[in-house]
């Protein structure tokens, strides 16, 4: 963080060929959809959760999804509000902004598609650490531009959530837990997790406790 205790959220668009989130978003640009609580899996791949916008031509993209050789795992887990929720698993080796994510050790926090271009956001300390990742980009000559850069009060890592707290809150939000029609209980989200609705609890009172003691 800065000096005034401030933290920056970077957005990126970037282009990279060997990563299949990438091949099919450019292949099909009337896709909109994100991937978020991404975590990388022992001995390479990944895992995470992707929300889809509906549409026409979803179903083409959902199908050439589970074909390819790199998804080893793909399961619907919801749909509402117009938005379909996936749980997928693929293999990602040569993708930039794995590699960038890697080599910086700061994880992206969201990816998203829209018009067949990708964007990666990242919680970044200060503009020194800003310039190291442009450095490294332009060093891997990463075909990327700085979309959008805006400052925050906090990140999930000065708060000090847990990653079960982060990934649950996550969820719950873009679930819609949160919204005034509350379109998902936390029987939803422990479904999702596994988990009873009492530990959901447990996790989400905990992670709002940290959020609003360092927000009020």
Same mark, same amino acid.
Not at 32 to 58: D, I, K, Q, T, Y
Not at 61 to 86: H, K, N, S, T
Not at 132 to 141: Q, S
Not at 144 to 159: D, I, K, T, Y
């Given at each position: ?14 282009e990279?060929? =060997? ?7 450019? #292949? %099909? ?12 899996? *022992?001995? =390479? ?20 999804l ?7 795992f793909?399961q *619907? ?6 938005y ?6 693929f $293999? ?23 018009? =067949? ?7 970044? $300390?200060?503009?020194?650490?800003l310039?190291?990742?442009?450095? %490294?980009?332009?060093?891997m000559?990463?075909?990327? #531009? ?7 009060? +906090?990140? *999930?890592?000065?708060? &000090?959530?847990t990653d079960? &707290? ?20 936390? &029987?939803h989200?422990?479904? %999702? +997790? ?8 447990? %996790? ?5 406790k $940290?959020?609003? $003691?360092?927000?009020?």
């Amino acid at each position: 963080m800065d000096d005034n205790g401030e933290f920056l959220r970077v957005l990126l668009s970037i282009e990279s060929e =060997g990563c299949v989130i990438h091949r099919l978003a450019a #292949r %099909h640009p009337w896709v909109e959809f994100r991937v978020a609580e991404r975590h990388v899996l *022992p001995g =390479g791949g990944m895992l995470a959760g992707m929300v889809v916008r509906s549409g026409e031509a979803v179903r083409e993209f959902l199908g050439e999804l589970a074909a390819c050789d790199e998804v080893r795992f793909l399961q *619907p887990v919801y749909i509402a509000g117009g938005y379909l929720r996936l749980r997928l698993e693929f $293999k990602c080796d040569s993708c930039v902004v794995c590699r960038i994510a890697e080599m910086l050790r700061i994880p992206p926090e969201e990816i998203s598609c829209s018009n =067949g271009r990708v964007a990666a956001a990242f919680i970044l $300390k200060n503009g020194e650490e800003l310039r190291t990742m442009v450095a %490294h980009l332009r060093e891997m000559r990463a075909n990327f #531009r700085v979309l959008e850069v805006r400052r925050g009060c +906090f990140s *999930p890592r000065e708060v &000090q959530l847990t990653d079960r &707290q982060l990934e649950i809150l996550r969820y719950a939000y873009r679930a819609g837990y949160f919204d005034r029609d509350r379109r998902v209980n936390l &029987q939803h989200i422990a479904r %999702h +997790f596994g988990l009873s609705p009492a530990t959901i609890g447990v %996790h989400m009172r905990s992670a709002i406790k $940290k959020i609003l $003691k360092r927000v009020i």
